[in-house]
């Protein structure tokens, strides 16, 4: 009897060692998997919280930008219109403004050769010049300009200038930036004879549409010549 009471306490320790040395490590091993689990929908969610917030953030400077892009047009639509509006009064009481602008010899825009008769105005790009970033084959008469585009010009401009120097005030309005069009002009005008040069910054802008207005300046409309291959830029359309 004490032998197999023996063997009964045995058998009980190594059912306790058994399940000491098993079943724990499991449950420890279960119970570390449910913490990493955890732990990695916590940092899932704090992810998709901050992608969240982020994009929020980016779509309100979006739309800050957006109402501003929408506020500058409005106000450059509405600056726009009262001056279209306040040149067609001008025009239709015939008033004159007393707004100069001085040209390089040092007189005033109108007052300058006063011996000649014709105020001529001449459009650039495509009028006098064509501009490219491709080289025309056989193209004669043109420039390279900053190693970027070539100049050509128009048959015969040299003459043409030459010959209206003699007769007419010339002036070049065009919707171009200054810095691209003082390169050109200084390459077709070498013995300078345009009086004065406009730009883009002396044009209206509409909608990113550039108007040329010349009633600004004091040139007489029954002597004034415009040359322009697109008419509709300007605001008083005196002259052909």
């Given at each position: 009897m004490s032998y197999?009471?023996?063997m009964s306490d045995y058998k009980k320790k190594l059912t306790m060692?058994?399940?000491t040395s098993f079943e724990s490590p499991k449950e420890?091993?279960?119970n570390a998997e449910e913490t990493s689990i955890k732990e990695g929908k916590f940092?899932?969610?704090l992810l998709i919280l901050a992608n969240f917030f982020l994009s929020l953030i980016l779509a309100i400077i979006s739309l800050i930008f957006l109402l501003i892009k929408i506020v500058l047009m409005i106000y450059h639509s509405i600056k726009s219109f009262l001056y279209l509006l306040y040149c067609s009064i001008l025009q239709i009481f015939k008033i004159k403004r007393k707004k100069f602008k001085?040209?390089?010899s040092g007189f005033k825009c109108g007052e300058c050769h006063s011996n000649k008769k014709i105020t001529l105005i001449l459009d650039l790009d495509n009028t006098l010049i064509f501009s490219s970033v491709n080289k025309i084959e056989n193209a004669k008469n043109y420039a390279i300009m900053d190693n970027k585009f070539y100049v050509y010009k128009r048959p015969h401009l040299d003459i043409f200038l030459n010959t209206l120097s003699q007769l007419c005030d010339i002036y070049i309005y065009t919707?171009?930036?200054?810095?691209y069009a003082d390169k050109i002009i200084d390459y077709i005008d070498k013995n300078k004879i345009i009086s004065n040069r406009f730009y883009r910054h002396d044009c209206l802008n509409m909608s990113n549409v550039y108007y040329k207005d010349v009633s600004r300046y004091n040139f007489e409309e029954k002597k004034l010549i415009i040359i322009d291959d697109s008419p509709h830029c300007h605001v008083s359309h005196n002259g052909m």
């Open positions: 197999l009471k023996k060692i058994f399940y420890k091993d279960f940092k899932l969610l001085r040209c390089n919707a171009a930036t200054k810095e």
